[in-house]
């Protein structure tokens, strides 16, 4: 008899803040599984180098049973453009402004990341945690700018309507 092979996901999640920045590997039952955080770089090739390896080893672990795929998440402070991988604009990271980070993280780990605002990462989770498939969710962050998110139909408005 063949012993049957199950499927299951993880996900990677990245938050990017102005002071901390976190990461955590998440099961597809939305188990944490392992989690990192740290300062903050203040360098672009610092944070890229950081996300890579982080990325690549968690990747790395689980690619080997073959039954185990890999999504990951990138969530920046500020106004995103997922069309071209890019933050626009950051009050908190002005120095990752116009950077192609999801197109080199493409290509030092493989995978592409997904990109949003922190305020849409964190919607989305709260929704995931608290809301109703029937009704519409909204999530609103205050710091050091403003951010909210929108959930309706169980699919996450993007902040920006253009996309």
């Not at 995931?128 to 139909?153: E, N, W, Y």
Request: one cysteine or more.
């Amino acid at each position: 008899m063949k012993p049957q092979v199950v499927e299951t996901s993880h996900a990677i999640g990245f938050d990017v803040g102005g002071t901390t920045s976190r990461a955590a590997l998440v099961d597809d039952l939305g188990t944490i599984v392992s989690s990192v955080h740290r300062p903050t770089p203040d360098r672009y090739d610092e944070l890229l180098h950081w996300i890579a390896n982080i990325a690549s080893d968690w990747a790395q672990a689980f690619a080997s049973s073959n039954k185990t795929s890999i999504v990951i998440g990138l969530a920046l402070p500020g106004v995103v453009d997922p069309a071209t991988g890019t933050l626009i604009r950051s009050v908190n990271l002005p120095w990752l402004e116009g950077q192609p980070i999801v197109d080199q993280l493409e290509t030092e780990i493989g995978h592409r990341p997904v990109l949003m605002t922190d305020a849409e990462a964190a919607t989305w989770g709260e929704y995931i945690d608290f809301g109703s498939p029937a009704m519409p969710f909204a999530h609103l962050r205050l710091g050091t700018g403003v951010g909210c998110g929108i959930v309706v139909d169980g699919k996450l408005i993007p902040t920006d309507p253009s996309r």
